[in-house]
């Protein structure tokens, strides 16, 4: 029986029919493998009280509507979604999905326009927003999962133990493709490992895409030649339409670009899931990028409606991201808390993690299969896992760490997410280096290096002058914008 704390249970007899249906405090057990499980945190609006509100939004996310309707069914109703627990004093409300409601073989934008869609503009509730999510692993079955994993970008550039170093080309936009690789060809030379495109860059007039597809070409042959070392570019393909989407990739893969060379790097938030799932099903030997602008709409804590950081990572796994930015936890110049970026973070790369609410696993292994999780755990097990369809498993989804990075902040970032194992990306943080983004990249590697040998920066920086530079420069007191 799961207790209504606080007076929610007292609401019970406030319910008219409609609403009773969409309500069971009595769900025998919400993980028997029938529900997706949510919860939310729920202020009722238009004079409702805190159970009426949540069975209304139980209504809509699921089968109803504001009125009982005469054409229900015995079925239908089964599908309803049931507010199964509430707390009314910490404005908590569980509700559970019969998961069959989703769209069959996986597809994570039925699923979000159920719950935070028609929902989150409702007159019902003066807030509403999706803390976190748990999936029941046959649920899990049904979705691809990511493929190309941060494992295979490792085995790749053959970088292990140490976060993959990157940077997006700055400034944002207006450089000519020729430019553009420019500066991927001094970052990639400077030590860094990975260039990704800004989220906006796209086919502009001054920088025809087959050109800085050509050019970044020829400037990581050039680079790889020079340092002998691989190196990744995530070429951001997002477009008006699949088709164009499509086109951008199939440029890039007759390229020439060895494959491991390059990633397609998705505005997952505004060209939409569809999108994000169409490259995954297409392309499950490339590393797919999910870059978030525009979550803040939905995410930032302060903001009643939406859903959090972990909500949306978790969902970029399901649907194949090979990773996603989940944010530098406050650290660099976006919002953030450890609470949200680095629980997030935990929860796309880990077997097995507890999230704001539910605790998810996201591999299929028996309970008494202790030396299977162990391997897992090491994650060894995903080629065995996935082979053997029978722990039909979840790959690792990888974060993606940015925005207001620099050298001087790569050990703090570290010393709150507690491993290396994430992609950074630091634009201004390497090319607003005084000596230039070579210079910056390098600064970057021996903030790494540092943090690998336990050397303190300032120590090491007697001794590497491009980080000497990167602590005077980045390190001065400047009035951050608010
Ligand atoms: C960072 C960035 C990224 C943000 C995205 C930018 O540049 O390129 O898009 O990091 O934020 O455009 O701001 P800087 P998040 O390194 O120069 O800040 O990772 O939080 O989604
Ligand atoms: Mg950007």
Redesign the pocket.
Known sequence: MHLATGDARQFLKTLNDKQKAYVDFGLKNPRNGEYMLTAFRLVPGRGLNFLQAAAEIAAESSTGTNFKVQTETAFSREMNALVYQADSKRNLVWIAYPWRLFDRRGNVQNILTYLVGNVLGMKEVDGLKLLDVWFPPAMLEQYDGPSYTLDDMRKYLKVYNRPILGT?V?P?MGLTSAEYAEVCYDFWVGGGDFVKN??PQADQDFCPYYKMVKHVKQAMDKAIKKTGKKKVHSFNVSAADCDTMITRCEMIRNAGFEPGSYAFLIDGIMAGWTAVQTLRRRYPDVFIHF???G?GAFTRPENPFGFSVLVLSKFARLAGASGI?T??AGV???K?TPEEDVVAAHNILHFKDKGHLFEQEWNLIPENDKNAIELVHLDLAHHVILEDDSWRGMKKCCP??????NPLLLKPFIDMMGNTDFIT?????CHAHPEGTKAGATALVQACDAQQKRIPLEKYAKTHKELATAIKFFGKKKRRPE
């Open positions: 997006i700055k944002k800004d989220e870059h978030r602008a979550h930015h944010g530098t660099g110049k976006m953030g993606i760490v940015s925005g207001g990075l990306t630091m634009g201004a943080g």
